[in-house]
């Protein structure tokens, strides 16, 4: 499993707690806990760009409002919500790239 800074995966700078892990060759997982509305969504749209079509992000999210935002991002986008969990307080959403 190999494991990088977000700010390696994206050309502006990013907080440092901001981590993603590529889980395998096409899956990336973006820590974005603690960040609040809209932050999650705008770090997704960034993210997203990294990823090649037909691979998947996974966002770990803190906000409730997220339960909201990732499904109208995705469907005003295009891309596709594969899952959507809550495990206590984190909110765990799968969206592959579409376009």
Do not use: W
Request: charged content about 20%; overall charge positive.
């Amino acid at each position: 499993m190999a494991v990088g800074v977000i700010g390696a995966l994206l050309p502006s700078r990013v907080d440092s707690e901001m981590l993603a892990r590529t889980m395998t060759s096409n899956e990336t997982v973006l820590d974005l806990r603690g960040l609040r509305c809209p932050q999650p969504v705008l770090r997704a749209k960034k993210a997203l760009r990294t990823i090649p079509v037909g691979g998947t992000l996974v966002l770990e999210c803190t906000d409730p409002l997220t339960a909201i935002d990732v499904p109208a991002f995705t469907n005003q986008t295009g891309h596709t919500l594969s899952a959507q969990t809550r495990d206590g307080k984190l909110y765990i959403f799968k969206i592959v790239k579409r376009r």
